[in-house]
Each structure stands twice: as structure tokens, then as C-alpha cells.
């Protein structure tokens, strides 16, 4: 096998990989704007705290549970991370959001900025204004497939991410707080109406959103090693990006513009230059919007959630 072929797959790999996690966030961005038609700004800091929550849980195990299996670390350590964000992003609608429900859209979105500077400086002061490294409790194990060596926390991030996002698609089109969510997403009066309390179901989405985010704040600090408190903004950025691409309000959408853009990303680093990276999520944002602001599945999903 060629060596530009081998550079194209292993390429395609990472994008693949960070791509993931790009979903998981942008699933956030994309179910609050399904039912309330906010852009939460603050969600990519949601994400950054999860990654803190994991350094936590990992600090924990290994002062309380020493020599516990790997597997039992990981499993704590994304039900801590996914719990603690779930109250994190409850107290966000609630106490940032819930106020200012009949404002105008331009304040809310003032407001999540605000929340966003509020929660990175929030965590400088905890943990510190240093990168601070992940301990490697994943195995550095690597599977051969032909030519593409794929890691362990590859494998666990493809895993994890699907996983979810098939549950997520499940959950919103079989419960009865996912129908409620569309119900609300559709007509908030009508739903109230027939017994739905929108209060509660703006909060579970808040909740589900910042859980799904810290999953993605686990594992893309597993995968990199280190975390910084400036993570999340990049991170919520690149994630809002994907929904917009995707087509703000769709969950397929949501995953499939988290997918590419990831893929985009990473082609661009491996054959143009990885410092220009973060450029290009950018430079595909300004694209969509000119030639196709309501996304690639923006005009096939009837419902925004």
C-alpha cells in the first residue's frame, strides 16, 4: 500500500475521532435551539467542565479505589463527569435562561456568553490556569486493520459516540419525555395545554444536552492527555459550526455535521498543515452560511427535534 494512501487513512482516522466528539456537542447546541431557539454559548464550557469532572474522577479512584480495573475507572469516571454537567447544565437553565424566557432572543444569547466567561474563569480559579495532564489509564493497546493502527480510546470514542447518538435518536422519537420535547420544540402553549409542563421538559434537555457534552469532555481529554480551561471555547465553537452545517435543530444533522467537519479538519491538518487546523472549521462555517445557511439535512427534517 502506498505511503499517500496510509497518510489519506490514518488522516481520515483522526478526523474520524475528533469528528466523534464534535457530535457530542453539537448534539447539545442542537437539541436547545430545537425547543427553545437559543444558541447556548456557554455549552462548549459544559464540555470543558466535563473534561475537569473526568481529571476529578480520576484523582478520586486513584486516592480511594487504588489498583481498581481500568474498565471500572473509565465507567466512573463518565458517570461522574456526565452527572456532575447534568446538574451544571440544570442550574444554567434555570438560573441564566429560565429569567429571561421572554426576553428578547438577543439577551439570552448576551447572557450565554456571559456564562461561558463566567465558568472558564470559574475553573482557572479551582484547578488553575496550567494545562493540566490526564493520567493514562486507557491501555495503549493498538489493533492492526491493514494499514490503519486505531488505539484503544479510538475504539472507545467510536464506540461511546454511536452508541449515544443511536440512544439519543431513540429517546427522542420513543419516550414520553422525548415526544413531550418535540411537542414543546413544536408549539410550547399547545403542549402546556394537554398537561406538558415546558419548565421541565427546557431542563431535560439542558440535562441530557451538558450529559452528552461531558461524555465528549471524557473522552477528548483521554485521547489528548491534557486539558486547558480555554478548551471548551475552541471546542463550542467547532461543535456549533457542526450543527449549523448539519442544519441547527436536526439531530442527524447534528452527528453527520460533527462527522465531516472532523474529517474536514483532519485532512486539511495532514495535507495543508495542522497549524491551520482551527481555520478550517471556520472557513466550512462561512461556506454553509453563503451557499446553504439551512444545512446539508436542514431542509429534510421536518421536526427540530
Known amino acids: 500500500m502506498s505511503a499517500a494512501l496510509n497518510l489519506f487513512l490514518n ?13 457530542l456537542i453539537a448534539l447539545g447546541y442542537t437539541m436547545v435551539y430545537g425547543v427553545i431557539g437559543l444558541i447556548n454559548f456557554a455549552h462548549g464550557e459544559v464540555f470543558m467542565v ?17 489498583g481498581i480495573p481500568f474498565g471500572l475507572t473509565l465507567l466512573f469516571l463518565i458517570l461522574f463527569s456526565m452527572a456532575g454537567a447534568s446538574i451544571l447544565g440544570a442550574l444554567i437553565e434555570k438560573i441564566a435562561y429560565r429569567p429571561l424566557r421572554r426576553s428578547p432572543k438577543l439577551t439570552a444569547l448576551i447572557t450565554s456568553i456571559g456564562v461561558s466567561f463566567f465558568l472558564q474563569n470559574a475553573v482557572m480559579l479551582i484547578y488553575g490556569s496550567k494545562e493540566q495532564s490526564i493520567p493514562d489509564i486507557v491501555p495503549m493497546t493498538r489493533l492492526k486493520i491493514g494499514a490503519i493502527s486505531v488505539s484503544l480510546i479510538q475504539i472507545l470514542i467510536f464506540s461511546v459516540s454511536i452508541g449515544l447518538m443511536f440512544f439519543l435518536t431513540w429517546f427522542v422519537k420513543n419516550t414520553k419525555t422525548g415526544k413531550a420535547m418535540r411537542a414543546v420544540s413544536e408549539n410550547p402553549e ?35 492527555g491534557s486539558i486547558n480551561f480555554h478548551d471548551g471555547y475552541l471546542a463550542g465553537l467547532k461543535a456549533f459550526t457542526a450543527a449549523v452545517f448539519g442544519g441547527i435543530g436536526s439531530i442527524p444533522g447534528a452527528m453527520v455535521g460533527g462527522i465531516l467537519l472532523g474529517v474536514f479538519e483532519g485532512l486539511g491538518a495532514g495535507y495543508i498543515s495542522s497549524e ?28 427540530k427535534v
Open 190 to 224: 399547545a403542549a402546556q395545554l394537554v398537561g406538558i409542563s415546558p419548565n421541565r421538559i427546557i431542563a431535560a434537555t439542558f440535562i441530557l444536552g451538558s450529559a452528552l457534552a461531558a461524555v465528549g469532555g471524557s473522552l477528548f481529554a483521554l485521547n489528548y
Open 276 to 303: 491551520w487546523k482551527d481555520v478550517f472549521a471556520f472557513l466550512l462555517l462561512g461556506a454553509v452560511l453563503l451557499f446553504k445557511p439551512s444545512g446539508i439535512m436542514g431542509n429534510n427534517v421536518s421536526e
Open 11 to 23: 488522516q481520515l482516522l483522526n478526523g474520524l475521532t475528533i469528528g466523534m466528539v464534535y457530535a
Open 50 to 66: 466535563g473534561a475537569y469532572l473526568a481529571l476529578t474522577a480520576i484523582w478520586l479512584a486513584a486516592s480511594f479505589f487504588p
